[in-house]
Nanobody, 125 residues
Framework: QVALVESGGGSVQAGGSLRLSCTAS????????MGWFRQAPGKEREFVAA????????DYDDTVKGRFTISRDNAKNTLYLQMNSLKPEDTAVYYC??????????????????WGQGTQVTVSS
């Protein structure tokens, strides 16, 4: 079992920035594909970004490309999501997730094995 704990959410005005963190309980974190997802009120959860175990692979949804940056520090068992130029439509609960399959690179929610509890991000206009 891997426990994931997100932090860093909050309320900002449009155009502002936030950095989300996700800390894993196990050092096996360093071997996993890690992803960020989000769920807005009344909508299904959607893919935001993913990063491979050694940071060489990254993937972004088109809605956040150029504004969000995913990164990780395996020495600290921590995943990050730097969010810049935030828009009201970025308002959602943000979740980090871990895919434990070797050499994975997926956007599919069902492929991820472990999930955090989520952190709220609210962007006002």
């Amino acid at each position: 079992q891997v426990a994931l704990v997100e932090s860093g959410g909050g309320s900002v005005q449009a155009g502002g920035s936030l950095r989300l963190s996700c800390t894993a309980s196990e050092r096996t974190f360093s071997a996993y594909l890690m992803g960020w997802f989000r769920q807005a009120p009344g909508k299904e959860r959607e893919f935001v970004a993913a990063i491979g175990w050694n940071s060489r692979y990254t993937d972004y949804d088109d809605t956040v490309k150029g504004r969000f940056t995913i990164s990780r520090d395996n020495a600290k068992n921590t995943l990050y999501l730097q969010m810049n130029s935030l828009k009201p439509e970025d308002t959602a609960v943000y979740y980090c997730a871990a895919d434990t399959r070797r050499n994975s690179n997926t956007r599919l929610e069902n492929d991820y094995d472990y999930w955090g509890q989520g952190t709220q991000v609210t962007v006002s206009s």
